[in-house]
C-alpha cells in the first residue's frame, strides 16, 4: 500500500524510548549544575499550550471547555495531519485530542528530551482551572529531570498573593534558570497586568529567598518592558497571514529579532513554527477571532530547522544582545493555531528529528549525496521518486512501484565526477528490508562496498561503515524484503578522523573543575574548557599530547562569544613550540572556523591565545589531516 495514502505514525514503545534517552550526553542548562558566566550551549526552549483536556470544565480561564473547541477545530478531514500522537480519529470528520494521562505526558517528555529540548514554558493557567492538567502531570512524573520547565504568566493571570508559591517554583532545581542561576520567566499580553512594584515585589522575595533576581522577559514592546522594569524582550510567535510561503515567516522572525534589539533592550529570539490559524476559523473558538487569511504555508520539517539554526546563529552574533543565550520555539504543541513540534499521528517525530540534527549535528561532516542528479529501478508515483531519498529531509521518501518485487529494486546518486565514501546513514518505512547491498560504479561495473540486511527507522536511523570506496555514482540494491521498498534517506559520508580524541590534555588555566583542557577534546559542543576567573586573555592554553609524532595540516575550532582577537596553532618540533597557523578570530558552536595550513608534525598541539576579551571558552579544538 502506498505510503501516502492514510498511514498513521505508529509511535514509539515508551520504554524503549527512555532506555535510548538514558545513554544520551547530558545538556548544558537541564541540571542545576551552577556554571560560569556566558557558559555553555544555547538553551532551547518550547512554548506549551495545553488546551487538549478534552470533557473538563474550564470555566476557569474564561472560555467554557476549551478541550472540546480544539477538537472541533482540529475535526475537520483536511486537519487530521496537525493531530497529535495521542489523537483518535473518532471519524471522518471528528477527533479526541486529550493528554490526560501519566504515560502521555512521560512520552512527551521522552520525546523532548531525546530531540534536545531544554526546557518547556508552560502558560500558566490557575490551578483546578482544567489547563493545569499537564503542568500536574509534569509536575508529578517520575522523569520530570529530563527536561527544565518555567512560565509564562498573563494568558492566566497568578496573582501578587500566589507569589510565594512561585517563588519555591524557582527554588525547584528542574526550573530553568540563565545567567548563573537567575529564574527565567516569560509574561505575555503587553506587562500581563502586571505593575512596575508588583515586578519589585516579586524581585525582592526572590532574592529574599537565597536567589539570584529573576530574569524577566516581556513578550511585548519596549514600553512594556520599560514601564515594569523587564530585563528583556521576546516574542509568543511572528504573526503573519496572506497564505504565503513559510520562508516569508522565517523572515519575519528575523526581522522581530532585530527590531526588538534595536530598542535598546535584551533580546531571547523566537521560533515559529507556523502559522495557519484557519481551523478556528472554520470552526470559532470563544477566546479569539480569526480571519479567512490568518495563515501561511506549512514548514516542511527542514525549513524549522533551518529557522532554529537561524535563531542559534542570531545568538551567536549578538551575544551580548541575546545575553541569556536561550531561544523560545512557537510551540510544542499550539496544533489548532498552526504552532507545532510535538509528534503527530501522522507525521510523527519528523520535526523533532529535524531539530535534533541541528541541536546534535550527526557527526562525519557533509552529505556527499546532496545536490545530484538521482534515478531508480521504479517509483510508486511521482511524489515518490529516487531524488526523495537523497534530499536530506526524513519527511519525503522514494517508494518502488506497485507490485514490483523487492529484489533487484535500486536507488541511486550520479555524483558526476569520482568521489571517496566509507559510510551511508539509511532509513525507512516498517523495517521491510530483508537484505541489501551498498554499491559503487567504478567506471566498469557496480562493485559491493557493504552488505547489509536491516535499515533503521525514520526516528532511529542506521549507520553502517565500510572500507572506503571511490566511485562516480552509489546505490542501494535490495535483494530481499516485504511489499515494496520504502526509503527515507540515503545520506553519504567520508568520515575523516579527529587526531585530537583519545589522548591526554592540559591548560594554562582552567575556570572549574567541570571545564578542563580534556572538555576541548572530547568532540561534543554540549562541553567545554574555560580558563580561569581573572587570569589574562594573552597566553591562555590548551594543548593535546599525541604521545607520538602526529602530522596535521587542518584545525577546527568553536568558541564561546566571538572572544578571541588572536591566535598562534603551534607543535612541539621535540624541542621548543613552533607556529603552525596565526588567526584573528574562531567560529561559533553552529558555525565552528576551519583552518588550514602546510602540513606541520609534532608530538603535543595546542592553541595559544595573544589577544581577546574576558577568558577564553573553547567549544571544540579538532586536528585532522587532509
Not at 556527499?368 to 526523495?388: E, R
Not at 559503487?440 to 549507520?463: D, E, V
Not at 564561546?560 to 578570530?585: D, K, L, P, V
Request: with cysteine; glycine share 10%; proline share 4%.
Amino acid at each position: 500500500m502506498g505510503k501516502r495514502t492514510g498511514k498513521r505514525w505508529s509511535f514509539v514503545c515508551l520504554s524503549l524510548l527512555l532506555a535510548a534517552v538514558a545513554f544520551m550526553p547530558a545538556i548544558a542548562g537541564t541540571t542545576s549544575t551552577a556554571y560560569a558566566e556566558g557558559k555553555g550551549s544555547t538553551l532551547v526552549g518550547a512554548i506549551r499550550w495545553d488546551a487538549w483536556v478534552g470533557d473538563l470544565n474550564t470555566d476557569g480561564v474564561g472560555a467554557p471547555y476549551v478541550g472540546h473547541q480544539v477538537e472541533a477545530t482540529l475535526g475537520p478531514n483536511k486537519y487530521h495531519f496537525r493531530l497529535p500522537f495521542f489523537a483518535v480519529e473518532t471519524g471522518t470528520d471528528s477527533v479526541q485530542a486529550r493528554e490526560l494521562t501519566q504515560s502521555v505526558m512521560d512520552q512527551q517528555i521522552a520525546y523532548a528530551k531525546n530531540a534536545g529540548i531544554d526546557y518547556w514554558a508552560f502558560v500558566y493557567y490557575p490551578d483546578n482551572s482544567g489547563m493545569d492538567t499537564a503542568r500536574n502531570l509534569y509536575f508529578s512524573s517520575t522523569h520530570k529531570n529530563d527536561i527544565n520547565y518555567n512560565f509564562i504568566l498573563g494568558a492566566g493571570v497568578l496573582p501578587t498573593s500566589n507569589f510565594d508559591w512561585l517563588v519555591t517554583k524557582f527554588q525547584e532545581s528542574n526550573y530553568q534558570k540563565v545567567l548563573s542561576g537567575r529564574p527565567l520567566l516569560y509574561i505575555f499580553g503587553g506587562t500581563g497586568g502586571y505593575t512596575s512594584s508588583d515586578i519589585t515585589t516579586l524581585r525582592n522575595k526572590t532574592t529574599m529567598a537565597g536567589l539570584p533576581n529573576p530574569y524577566i522577559v516581556v513578550m511585548g514592546s519596549a514600553s512594556d518592558a520599560n514601564s515594569i522594569g523587564a530585563d528583556a524582550l521576546s516574542a509568543y510567535n511572528t504573526w503573519m497571514g496572506g497564505g504565503g510561503p513559510y520562508s516569508g515567516l522565517m523572515a519575519a522572525d528575523q526581522n522581530g529579532w532585530n527590531s526588538a534589539k534595536n530598542t535598546g533592550k535584551k533580546v531571547i529570539p523566537w521560533v515559529t513554527t507556523g502559522l495557519d490559524a484557519r481551523p478556528r476559523y472554520d470552526n470559532p473558538v470563544t477566546w479569539m477571532t480569526v480571519g479567512p487569511n490568518d495563515w501561511v504555508q506549512t514548514a516542511t520539517p527542514s525549513e524549522i530547522a533551518t529557522n532554529l539554526q537561524n535563531a542559534l546563529n542570531w545568538i551567536d552574533a549578538n551575544s551580548s544582545t541575546a545575553e541569556a543565550n536561550t531561544v523560545l520555539i512557537y510551540a510544542w504543541n499550539e496544533f489548532d493555531e498552526g504552532g507545532w513540534i510535538c509528534p503527530t499521528l501522522y507525521n510523527g517525530t519528523d520535526r523533532l528529528d529535524a531539530i535534533r540534527n541541528v541541536l546534535f549535528p550527526p557527526s562525519g561532516g557533509t552529505n556527499l549525496a546532496l545536490g545530484h542528479t538521482y534515478s531508480s529501478s521504479s517509483n510508486w508515483d511521482v511524489s515518490q521518486t529516487a531524488d526523495k531519498a537523497f534530499d536530506g529531509n526524513s519527511s519525503t521518501n522514494w517508494q518502488a512501484a506497485s507490485g514490483s518485487s523487492y529484489n533487484g529494486q535500486w536507488a541511486e546518486v550520479d555524483f558526476g565526477t569520482n568521489t571517496t565514501f566509507n559510510r551511508v546513514v539509511l532509513s525507512e518505512y516498517g523495517s521491510r528490508t530483508g537484505g541489501f547491498r551498498i554499491e559503487y560504479w567504478n567506471g566498469l561495473s557496480w562493485q559491493t562496498a557493504y552488505t547489509g540486511w536491516s535499515i533503521g527507522s525514520h526516528s532511529s536511523p542506521s549507520t553502517h561503515t565500510f572500507a572506503a570506496v571511490t566511485g562516480s555514482k552509489a546505490r542501494i540494491y535490495y535483494t530481499s524484503g516485504t511489499y515494496t521498498p520504502i526509503l527515507y534517506e540515503f545520506g553519504i559520508y567520508n568520515d575523516v578522523t579527529n587526531l585530537a580524541l583519545g589522548h591526554s590534555y592540559s591548560s594554562s588555566s582552567n575556570w572549574d573543575a567541570s571545564q578542563t583542557a580534556d572538555k576541548a577534546f572530547d568532540d561534543s559542543l554540549g562541553t567545554n574548557w574555560q580558563a580561569a576567573s581573572g587570569s589574562t586573555f594573552h597566553g591562555q592554553w590548551a594543548q593535546v599530547d599525541f604521545g607520538t609524532n602526529t602530522t596535521f595540516n587542518r584545525v577546527v575550532l568553536s568558541e564561546y562569544g566571538s572572544r578571541t582577537g588572536g591566535f598562534r596553532i603551534e607543535y612541539w618540533n621535540g624541542a621548543s613550540w613552533q607556529t603552525a597557523y596565526t588567526g584573528t578570530s574562531i567560529g561559533s558552536p553552529s558555525s565552528p572556523s576551519s583552518h588550514t595550513f602546510t602540513a606541520v608534525t609534532g608530538s603535543k598541539a595546542r592553541i595559544y591565545y595573544t589577544s581577546g576579551t574576558y577568558t577564553p571558552v573553547l567549544y571544540e579544538f579538532g586536528i585532522y589531516t587532509n
